[in-house]
């Protein structure tokens, strides 16, 4: 019985001990942060964190394309057939300038102008 009533003591010093006090975020002005509505945010900070883009790739002749992210990943993997264009819109990393075009073998570096990606393969 002194055993068993040891071993929960010791148990409960244990587990007593293992807690940890966390103290709550400070903001700029020393008050607790509760909210978002509470953050200092300048006014010209963009929220946003992705983008829609508008996709044309034209010159193609029943081939594969993929569209790469240049951090890496996939966007898009099509096969276009007897269309001679491809048109898509995609949603991108807001900090994206620039997309990766995979085909035939080859891979391009597009720019990003204007949420518009605009290629001819047949240049």
Known sequence: ???????????SLGMVSCSKKFDPIEDNGGKNATSINNADVKAGF?????KSVSVLIS????QVLELRSTLGGSYIKALVKGENKFEANITIPAKESEIILVYDGQKEI???DENQVRY???K
Do not use: E, H, P, V
């Open 110 to 112: 597009l720019s990003i």
């Open 59 to 62: 010159g193609l002749d029943n």
């Open 46 to 50: 963009d929220w946003k964190t992705s």
């Open 1 to 11: 019985m002194k055993r068993i009533a040891l071993f929960f003591l010791i148990a």
């Open 120 to 122: 001819n393969i047949n």
